[in-house]
């Protein structure tokens, strides 16, 4: 079984920059690619980026795109949403998941088969 724990998400003012972590455990991890997304009060869960494991390959949602940053450190098991440049509207609960095998919908939360718990991220104005 695999675990994600997210990490690093806190209160910010407009502009600033933060990074989130999503450390995995488990007995053998090697997702395909791993995601990140979000879930403001009151909407839906919606996609921030993905990367793949193995070859680094990303992909971001519009809304960030220039100002989130995914990465990942294999040796670690661990993957990185650097955020900068953060707007009140980026506010939510930010969640990691992982997806073990292939596929071409990485960016729906239903292609993915572990979830962390998630962190809050909240920007003031």
């Known amino acids: 079984q695999v675990q994600l724990v997210e990490s690093g998400g806190g209160l910010v003012q407009a502009g600033d920059s933060l990074r989130l972590s999503c450390a995995a455990s488990g007995r053998t991890f090697s997702p395909y690619a791993m995601g990140w997304f979000r879930q403001a009060p009151g909407k839906e869960r919606e996609f921030v980026a993905f990367?793949?494991?193995?070859?680094?390959?990303?992909f971001y949602a519009d809304s960030v795109k220039g100002r989130f940053t995914i990465s990942r450190d294999n040796a670690k098991n661990t993957v990185y949403l650097q955020m900068s440049s953060l707007k009140p509207e980026d506010t939510a609960v930010y969640y990691c998941?992982?997806?073990?095998?292939?596929?071409?919908?990485?960016?729906?939360?239903?292609?993915?088969?572990?979830w962390g718990q998630g962190t809050q991220v909240t920007v003031s104005s």
């Open positions: 998941a992982a997806r073990a095998g292939f596929s071409f919908r990485l960016n729906v939360g239903g292609s993915y088969d572990y």
């Open positions: 990367i793949t494991w193995s070859g680094g390959s990303t």
